[in-house]
């Protein structure tokens, strides 16, 4: 029969650290806070951090290391692990035997981080067992000694190839098969990425492009809605630079022919910061797009949305409700999920339960239980829906109406006191209502369980430090035409874009939305329980007050805050009438 591991405060006791009645005091406080009972008696000051990392050692048969102990240093070898791994998880590899990696790491219960690492790092692991803060001074010494911040990488290099193109021509010259280690961490490819990451945060981008051509790979970043050419590198740098970031994203670096997806986490100037990452095939190689998502993004406030205050007040009013649902909708990219994000930060108190289902969970919220659609397994977004219902939420968010079965689950638990958010892919709030009947759901479900509809889009805002004052000459007439703005109107109150260093030379620093609130009252509900054409619903609803898109992107220009031409390029697509 095998041996009962020890218990960490027998361990501790046998050794005479602390008393019987230290651990009985400690393991209460664990059992209250939720916490491990080592964490606890370094709190309490019963132990040190270094004496429970001895006792976790001896407690599961593992190696203690003392990281202070003399030649330590000379055995660390960071180049065996990438930085983002070390960093992150803080885990320090101490050498190689044969297939086996020997890495130290704090806590010998993360299961999950040996399979991860076993997985990313192709290998076999030996842990060792250290303080967790004597490894993070260890890991934080020794990258600082050894290369520079990103910040000061970033500032003496103004393109993102000018430093590194030699050595890649001297590396491929070395290299027999005319590739480069993509996991070596001083290696030309890595820099390259970790500077091409780092250098699309700091412009504000949204998104990261990586387009293979026919003769070079394109670099675009996405800044404030529009793509903006960075960089052409040369074709030799693809797969190289393909296979890192696939490789920090922890995606199948020998997979080329189906989609991939995967997600990063790197520390840019001190803020941790999450990249979703998708690997698409294409006709010359692999396209690859980073999605930045940034933690306080979705916490910015309802009212730094763009709401004028008519539409604030019916907002707040309307996602305080009970009960019913509230769609908004929009193309992709309009800022749907930053809007439904914001509504549920402010909800999330102790006496809401709020419960979401989400493809992908892009942001993560304290408070509320956030759940990931997975197909492949049979979790849908019906299934997640039918078990929460289960679960008795006061508030559910579904990331999508995609279908009938998922509209009729979510109209169900609006009709039985749910107050249910979600979003949908139509042009104006109006079409929502017919987009619901078309796709199955019964007229009479649509008019009595929807409580309003909001349709919005994104605009980006003039840059304040360079935008100037428009000479009534230098307004185009067919733009303000379009948004039903008469140049009589425009007297000192409509600026233009010029552009600067602040704004990376566009004119425009930042997104704001436009919004289409329509509330459903009893004429639009009859409508819609009459299958009426969405023009009869429209004209209900312009009736009722509803502003169109058109018309608060009006009130955006004459405030000063963005163009005509930027209003007629985002509204219009929607073909509204202001």
């Known amino acids: 029969m095998a041996r009962s591991r020890k218990k960490l405060g027998e361990i501790l006791v046998g050794w005479g650290v602390v008393t019987a009645d230290q651990v009985n005091q400690a393991a209460s406080v664990a059992k209250g806070a939720g916490k491990r009972l080592g964490e606890v008696m370094v709190e309490q000051g019963f132990a040190s951090e270094g004496q429970v990392a001895k006792a976790i050692a001896n407690q599961f048969g593992m190696e203690y290391v003392d990281l202070s102990a003399a030649g330590i240093a ?76 990103i910040a000061e990488m970033s500032a003496t290099d103004s393109l993102i190839t000018d430093s590194i193109d030699r050595s890649i021509d001297r590396s491929l010259d070395r290299s027999v098969d005319k590739s480069i280690d993509v996991a070596a961490e001083d290696s030309p490819i890595v820099k390259l990425a970790n500077r091409m990451i780092t250098e699309a945060v700091k412009m504000r981008a949204s998104d990261i492009h990586i387009e293979p051509m026919s003769d070079r790979v394109r670099l675009r970043y996405r800044i404030d809605g529009v793509c903006i050419e960075r960089d052409n590198l040369p074709k030799r ?83 305080r409700r009970p009960n019913g649902i509230f769609l908004v909708t929009g193309p992709t990219g309009s800022g749907k999920t930053t809007t439904l994000y914001s509504a549920l930060d402010i909800l999330n108190r102790p006496d809401k339960k709020i419960i979401t ?28 829906l039918r078990s ?15 279908d009938r079965e998922v509209g009729e689950i979510a109209i169900q638990a609006a009709l039985t006191g749910h107050l249910v958010f979600s979003t ?47 000479a009534p000459e230098e307004l185009d007439h067919k733009y303000l035409n379009l948004i039903d703005l008469a140049p009589a109107d425009c007297a000192d109150r409509v600026y233009k874009a010029v552009g600067c260093p602040a704004c990376v030379n566009t004119g425009f620093k930042g997104r ?35 502003r169109p898109l058109v018309s608060d992107g009006r009130l955006k220009v004459l405030a000063g805050t963005t163009t005509p031409d930027e209003i007629a390029r985002v509204a219009q697509v929607a073909g509204v009438e202001a």
């Open 237 to 319: 740098m693809q797969n190289s630079l393909l296979s890192r970031i696939k490789l920090m994203s922890g995606m199948n670096i020998a997979e080329k022919r189906s989609p991939q997806d995967g997600r990063i986490k790197l520390a840019v100037d001190d803020v941790f910061i999450d990249f979703r990452v998708s690997a698409c095939p294409a006709y010359h190689g692999e396209s690859v797009v980073l999605r930045i998502l940034r933690p306080d993004s979705v916490r910015i406030g309802l009212e730094n949305l763009g709401f004028e205050s008519d539409n604030l007040q019916i907002f707040n009013r309307i996602i």
């Open 388 to 402: 929460m219902l289960r679960q008795a939420p006061n508030i559910i968010l579904v990331g999508e109406i995609r």
């Open 424 to 470: 949908l892919h139509t042009n104006d709030a109006p079409s929502a209502i017919t987009r619901l009947i078309d796709m199955g759901i019964k007229p009479f479900l649509v008019a009595s369980s929807i409580q309003a509809i909001m349709a919005q889009r994104l605009i980006r805002i003039l840059c304040k430090n360079c935008r100037a004052k428009a």
């Open 512 to 546: 704001k939305a436009i919004f289409e609130m329509m509330i459903m009252n009893s004429q639009i509900r009859d409508l819609a329980f009459h299958r009426a054409p969405v023009v009869q619903i429209r004209s209900a609803a312009l009736k009722a007050g509803m």
């Open 357 to 384: 289902a989400e493809d992908p969970v892009e942001y993560n919220f304290d408070g509320i239980n956030q759940c990931q659609v997975r197909e492949g397994i049979g979790l849908s977004f019906s299934a997640i």
């Open 74 to 149: 000379e055995k660390v070898d960071m180049k065996l692990v990438p930085e983002d791994l070390v960093r992150k998880h803080l885990i320090l590899p101490i050498g190689k035997s044969g297939t086996k990696l020997q890495l130290v790491i704090h806590d010998p219960m993360d299961l999950e981080l040996m399979d991860m690492l076993r997985f990313r790092l192709n290998t076999e692991v030996e842990p060792r067992i250290a303080a967790r803060s004597d490894i993070k001074a260890f890991i934080e010494g020794t990258l600082q000694s050894k290369k520079p911040s």
